[in-house]
Each structure stands twice: as C-alpha cells, then as structure tokens.
C-alpha cells in the first residue's frame, strides 16, 4: 500500500503506540488540530488501518491487524547478529507502505511488544518467541530463520557464585544448557550484564556479541556458549497470510549477506555500535534460512528450564 504521507504514518505510529485514544488525543499527540486530524484518520479508516468508535459524542481511534500494511514494525536486538537485515528490510519496502526498525536491548520486552502489536515481526531469541507464543494462546508464530552463535561466558573472578544474563533469552537458555550454578542476577541489556562482571557483582556474565568481544578488550576471561540457534523470524499472528512472503524474504537477504553483499556501515549505525567493533564480531554468528525445527525439539527439555528456571520462585514469589 503506497501513498501514505509522513503525517499518516506518524498517526498509525501513535495509534501503535498509545491507542485506542480518543481523537481529541490524538490531536494532540500528533501536534495538529482536530479538524485536520480528522480528515487523515478518515483516510486512514477508509483504507482499513484504523477503525473509529463513537461513544455519545467521543470519537475513539484504533489501529487495526490490517495496520502493517501501512506501518510495518520490525524489532531487532543491539547486537552484530543481524547484518542481513538491510536487505530484508529492503525487500520489505517493495511490499509495505512504510517499514520502520526498532532496536532493543532486552529480547523478552521485544517479544512482549510482538505481543502487542507494538511491533509487527522481530528477530528475536527462540526461547522468548516460544515463551511469547505460549502466554499470548498463539499470538506469536515462528516462520523464518535468522542466526546462531555469537554467544558466550565473561568471567570476573569474584568468587561470588553468581551469573548475571537477561531473561528468557538465548543468554539464558546458555545458562541452563551448561546447568550455571548459583544466584541468577537478571539484567535488562548487554551493557549492564558486562558491567556487572567488571565490577566484580557477578563471577560469570552470559553476553553476546559484541559485548563479549569487549570484555576480552578489558582484559575478561571468555568462554564460547555453542548453541544451534539463536534468533529467528518471529511474527505477529495479525501477519499469519504474508508469513510465507516474509520467510522467502528474509532467506533472501540470508542468502545475500552470506556472500558479503552487506552494508555493514549502515547496519552499524542502525545498531548504534561502532563498525570497527561490529565488522570483528559478525563472523562469530552463523546465518539460518530456515527456522532450525529439529534443533529446538531435541532440546526441549533445555528450553522448558529456561521458561521456568530453578530460580523462579526466588524471583517471582515474594514473602509478606
């Protein structure tokens, strides 16, 4: 669907975000008057983006499943994993309206906006795309590949018998695969896990690349933590009939990043990370164009200890 304007969109970006609102709201998050917003959410309506509800004279805006289709939101992780997402992110342009990427630095609120709908599709851990499919009765759905590796342990020394890593994530998927004893101190990005080990509050920080990459330039002991996957296509179900153009497109891009067709400069930017540090980490990471099926069946029993941990009651009960 082309033809939306950048107010348009900056509607459908609010709606995401912040709706149902009433239009009053809505106005005034956008920074126009109501008239003229009424005229776009109209548009807006009338293309099946946005439904509109009246209660007596109020009148309550909404975006709709069909909103991708003029807003398509793609959630990543901070992370050198993903250089082929430029290209898919390409082919996405060729299809949808307009196509805005997100980065995040903790994979379960990523899944939990897929959840929502904050977000339309994501490369996300396995683990938290299960997780999120299980808790949302199916909301969620698997349909692509995406990476592997890239993963590892950074030691501090301390001797506290403690492990920091964030939650249900591949990191802590690595925690269980290799049965880490001790407490589990649960940190919301890369950054913080690698902080916490240098400053000696944990002994060992479950870290991806490039973080762990900077722990060995500081000097930290690193281990690899060899998984068969990592992130992969999740999407949400809104998506379910353009799953199998969305997997065709991101093998695409796989496919294309693996002959070094990539912009690394651009991924970096997106990312946020400096491209010398991106450009030395990326080979850690292997590409996936399919969703690795038999991988994640024989290691069930892993990823059922990762949902619920040994630490779950420490974390979640609270005595009064």
């Known amino acids: ?75 990543i992780l901070r992370a050198s994993e993903y250089p082929y997402i430029m290209g898919f992110a390409k082919l996405l342009r060729n299809r949808y309206a307009n196509v805005e990427i997100l980065v995040y630095d903790e994979a379960f609120k990523l899944a939990l906006d897929l959840v929502s709908g904050r977000v339309h599709l994501a490369m996300a851990p396995a683990v938290s795309l299960l997780i999120a499919h299980r808790f949302s009765a199916g909301q969620v759905l698997i349909v692509g590949g995406g990476s592997k590796g890239g993963a590892g342990f950074a030691y501090s020394g ?53 973080y762990l990459e900077l722990a ?24 379910e009939e353009e799953s199998g153009f969305l997997a ?19 991924y970096s930017n997106l990312v946020g990370l400096p491209y010398e540090l991106v450009k030395s980490t990326v080979g850690t990471y292997e590409f996936l164009e399919e969703a690795p099926v038999d991988e994640i069946d024989d290691l069930k029993e892993v990823l059922r200890r990762t949902i619920l941990p040994d630490s779950i009651g420490e974390h979640a009960i609270r005595r009064l």
Not at 190 to 199: A, H, Q, T
Not at 234 to 239: A, P, Q
Not at 248 to 266: C, F, K, N, P, W
Request: charged content about 30%; hydrophobic content about 35%.
């Open 158 to 210: 301390s001797g506290t018998d403690s492990h920091a890593t964030t939650m249900a994530s591949t990191m802590e998927f690595c925690a269980e695969l290799h049965n880490l004893k001790g407490k589990r101190v649960y940190k919301k990005s890369g950054e913080e896990i690698l902080d916490s080990v240098i400053n000696n509050e944990v002994e060992v920080g479950v870290l991806w690349e490039p």
């Open 1 to 75: 669907m082309k033809g939306l304007g950048r107010t348009e969109t900056e509607i459908l970006k609010t709606l995401i975000e912040y709706g149902p609102v009433t239009l009053a709201e809505l106005a005034r998050l956008v920074r126009k008057s109501r008239s003229w917003t009424w005229k776009k959410v109209k548009k807006l309506e009338l293309l099946g983006l946005v439904s509109l509800e009246r209660k007596g004279g109020i009148v309550i805006a909404r975006h709709t499943p069909e909103t991708y289709k003029g807003l398509l939101r793609l959630g």
């Open 248 to 266: 065709r497109s991101l093998s695409h891009a796989i496919s294309e990043a693996r002959t070094g067709r990539v912009d690394l400069q651009a």
């Open 216 to 239: 060995r330039r500081k000097g930290l002991e690193t281990e690899p933590c060899d998984t068969p996957f990592c992130c992969l296509l999740g999407i949400n179900k809104s998506l």
